[in-house]
């Protein structure tokens, strides 16, 4: 009988153990949801973005950005740099595994809807109400609207150039070599003689570098609407939803593109080359690219390439929905603390201290500052911090770069004003009834898209095929269901 009682009481002091140590796991494991915070209760930030350039000295900036946000909300920023080669693939290993990473650049290019729709990407609209009142005061409603997907919003448009026209950009050094008279460069045909001058007298230099975004996408920037991405696509002066690549304005951009590849005008591995273009012509390989544009590009791509750089421009300036998707930050699902992440994602949008940091360097080392203008330090031929900041925040808090006019963000305001609207602009395709046959239509791109843009294959043996497995795969349902949610937003608009 006695030793029942004692076996009774070792038995509750056992379970008066097991609920202590139970209790003690849970508050380690909501200490760990909370994120790993340092002895002073501070947390780190993991940022992963996308980098063209140079970023040797990123920890020093890294450092300084830190004493701001330490100071201000209690909070640390790991800097994660992923070239733009390696983007695509490492991202999604980001997003599908379990590494901590907080905040992470997405976009319409990459498939943020498609990220947001899978929970990649966590809503943002309730944690912009508690922690982001400096991004709701400096980003435009119709910008953030035009973000949503299924009526949430996933990601934090940067503040930069919401409009672009396309053109040519290539070094000033040997168009004045060669006499080159831009003004009469009105057209893309215009270009042709350029390109055979270059061939012809610069071995060296291979006429158009472009490489990861082919170059027919800029040939035809201005006359469709690519809806998010390009399985389904609006013409700008029509409101039904087609396929782009059996158009004929499509293909004949294909077909020239070819016909510049088969001259030797373009950059040979261009279908697989994870090299920024700008780093071809800086490597002094290259002449020139296609691209998107704005006030200021020429300034912007000097400072990257090396050499004085300027530009053609081919078309007017349009804004599509992918001002809003085209560039983002978002808080990643795994993150371990969404409040604090927002709290210094707030930072990026309201404090002019931590954006110049982000974007220009420290002062005195990677640029000196006059009159509201910065520029190269003395003595310093190439800096060894250069960051892509219209990606990422409020680039209306940065300091314009010399070359550009003081009132440089007045300027981009009144650009991005005067933009021609898509008559799609705000629609966000929902992809989540067609994501079998978008992810089977999207390994169809993979595998030709790159290889038809970049003229490395011939559009008229290859388009044919395209276009048949595009339509195996189900791209008509995914254009039909495109048309109906566009018919329905256009309804309520």
């Avoid at 056992?14 to 209790?23: E, H, I, P, S, T």
């Avoid at 469709?224 to 158009?247: A, Q």
């Avoid at 203008?373 to 300091?399: A, D, H, R």
């Amino acid at each position: 009988m006695r030793n029942g009682k004692l076996f009774a009481k070792f038995l509750m002091i056992l379970m008066a153990v097991v609920v202590v140590m139970a209790g003690c796991s849970s508050k380690e494991s909501s200490s760990e949801e909370k994120g790993s915070e340092s002895k002073d209760g501070s947390y780190e930030v993991t940022m992963a973005y996308m980098s063209f350039t140079n970023l040797d000295e990123l920890q020093l900036v890294q450092d300084e950005i830190n004493k701001i946000a330490k100071e201000k909300i209690n909070a640390t920023v790991k800097l994660m740099p992923i070239s733009a080669g390696a983007w695509q693939q490492q991202s999604q290993l980001l997003l599908t595994g379990n590494e901590k990473v907080d905040l992470i650049l997405s976009s319409s290019f990459y498939g943020y809807n498609t990220n947001a729709v899978k929970g990649q990407y966590l809503a943002l609209d309730d944690l912009l109400k508690s922690n982001g009142k400096g991004i709701i005061e400096a980003v435009p409603d119709y910008i953030l609207e035009g973000n949503k997907v299924g009526g949430k919003i996933y990601g934090i448009p940067s503040m930069r150039d919401y409009a672009s026209y396309y053109g040519f950009i290539m070094r000033k050094d040997i168009v004045d070599k060669y006499n080159i008279d831009l003004s009469k460069i009105k057209t893309v045909a215009d270009l042709e003689e350029v390109f055979k001058i270059v061939k012809e007298n610069e071995p060296t230099l291979t006429p158009i570098t472009n490489t990861t975004i082919g170059i027919v996408t800029d040939l035809v920037w201005g006359k469709y609407d690519v809806l998010g991405e390009s399985l389904g696509v609006m013409k700008m002066d029509g409101d039904k939803v087609i396929n782009m690549f059996d158009d004929p304005t499509y293909v004949e951009a294909a077909e020239l593109t070819r016909k510049w590849y088969e001259n030797g005008y373009i950059i040979k591995d261009s279908a697989t080359s994870t090299e920024a273009s700008v780093n071809i012509v800086k490597a002094g390989k290259g002449f020139g690219y296609f691209n998107h544009m704005k006030p200021g590009y020429e300034v912007q791509e000097s400072v990257i390439a090396g050499h004085e750089m300027v530009a053609v421009k081919l078309s007017d300036a349009y804004s599509y929905t992918d001002a809003s998707t085209g560039f983002n930050m978002s808080i990643s699902r795994n993150t371990q603390n969404p409040e604090k992440t927002m709290e210094f994602l707030n930072l990026l949008y309201s404090d002019a201290d931590v954006m110049n940091l982000l974007a220009n360097g420290l002062e005195g080392k990677h640029y000196t500052l006059k009159d509201g203008i910065i520029s190269t330090p003395e003595g310093v031929t190439e800096s060894k911090y250069v960051f892509n900041q219209w990606m990422i925040g409020n680039n209306f808090l940065t300091y314009p770069w010399e070359g550009n006019s003081p009132d440089y963000w007045d300027i981009m305001k009144e650009h991005n004003d005067s933009a021609k609207l898509s008559p799609a602009f705000g629609f966000t395709f929902n992809p989540d009834t067609v994501k079998t046959e978008i992810a089977a239509a999207t390994n169809v791109l993979n595998e030709f898209k790159r290889g038809i843009e970049s003229g490395t294959l011939d559009p008229e043996k290859s388009l044919p095929n395209f276009n048949k497995k595009l339509k195996d795969a189900g791209l008509d349902k995914i254009i039909a269901e495109k048309q109906k949610q566009y018919d329905e937003w256009k309804k309520n608009k």
